[in-house]
């Protein structure tokens, strides 16, 4: 028995009762049969040796949850089941194999991450998270298995739930191994608890035809998003991924259909779109036709911006850009998306940030009909956006904070669309963005003050120091002021973005806060290839915004991050609650 555990004696387990050996293995009589189990509860790691055992039910005295003592199956599918362990008895003496008989660990995790987000349990999601990276699975693998889950299992299609999975798989570069099993856990949690309550969705077949073209297609696909019949538009879709229609194509034709209207769901509809394309990357080409199918329901009852008061008085933009847009649409873009022509950056940024909309919609225009490039307007309309969020005065209602949010995470999906489609419809999106930059103009009367660079020292704060100031509420100035003195300081901006996705992370933190430090981190990358100060005030000022954003939302009973730790500890073998 080399390398197995001696547990004593049959008898010794009849006259004491259960006995605890090392590794942290309860060894128990029951009906004439001895049985070897992990000590721990797996739910939350209670001592099982102190539970009650009954008709060969095993029960944990915590939280009641009952398991198989032959298999350590559970009746409670929130526990977990217990790992079992091999044992065998020679003359009386009973030897215990000290690995558990789990079969197929990853296949096991995999089934059992599966089942958490169908049952939208978290404990059961975060075990199965830690399992599977600490077997070295691929964070994209495990991603997948809740993209593709949640794009059939919400009848209401995208929502929430993946956008947080997709962006969080887009932030993992900038975090250490434990931010990236929380930032796992959080979108995955996020996703399961979409699906509660949601019917399963299936999808319609595509139409039962092969020789209408591309371009008719497209034309049916709009018309149908027009009159709100997505049924109609989700057929004509699928027909187009049949006929093998390109990524490319397709994001420019449903981003079209998104731009005929204006800000269309306070911006919602245009990240979800991003983000859904973003995750092609991570699931198998035959998902394809869930993930993108699942962006056309939320058309179904999607707010029109043109629509609203406030886009029409007292200054009525809509006219305007419909003007703009028919003078585009007849004179041309250039297609160079590179850019033709001088972009005086400075003042079209100040531009978008000032009170004449009507200044900056000409602006625009002529930029774009002299050849300036589409992408470059949008980075430059993207960080006007942040820079609302820089000016936010906490004056404002605190609901406020998700106006500013919106505009940015919208500016973001334009800049990143235009980047991934050279359709010049899209261009449409940067004056949408314009127009609510303008109308988010009251939001920053007074303007914050931007914080200087007083206390700046030799020494460089330490990261950390940040958490610290983030256990307190109504600390956005605070943090925005050590931000400017760690960053003066010389501090480098790689471990400031693991602290900050910490500071994300670490709370319940709702489904803005997670679009904010993404859209920030991704504007922030495209302006720090870049050199020059126009550059580095960009990058200063997207670091300001995330900080000011996630420091007004913090902070919170941080239940989902301690269900992660918890989960954690309880893989690398830790006694939660013995003695030691």
Known sequence: MNGWIQAGTVEELREHGPKLIKGGIVVIYHEDRVHALDNRCPHLGFPLHMGSLCNGILTCHWHHARFDVCSGGTLDPWADDVPVHDLTVQDGSIWVNPNSRNGNQVQRYKERLLNGIEQNIGLVIAKAIVGLMEAGVSEKEIAAIGIEIGVKQRRQGWGSGLTILTAMMNILPKLDKQGRILALFQGLLHTARDLAGSGTRFLLDPLPITDVSEERLTEWYRDCIEVRDTRGAERVLLTLVQAGTSDKRLFSMMNMAATDHFYINGGHTLDFHNKAFESLKYVEHDKRNDVLASLVPMFGNASRSEELHSWQSPINLVQPLKEAFEELSNKGIPTDRAGGSTLEEEELLQALLGDDPLRTVSMLKEALLEGASPVRISQIAALAAAERVVRFHTHNDFGDWISVLHTFTHAHAVHEGLIRSADSWLVRGIFHTAATIYLDRFLNIPAAPRPSATGTTENVPQPSELLEILDKQQQVAQAAEWVIRYLRSGGKPEPLF??????????????????????????????????GPFAEKACETLILAVTRYLAAHAPTSREIPHTATIAWRLHRGEKLFEEE
């Not at 709370?507 to 290839?529: I, K």
């Open 498 to 531: 693991n602290v900050l996705g910490h500071a994300l992370l670490r709370e319940d933190a709702e489904f803005h806060s997670f679009q904010m430090y993404e859209a920030a981190m991704a504007e922030y990358d495209r302006w720090a290839s870049e050199s």
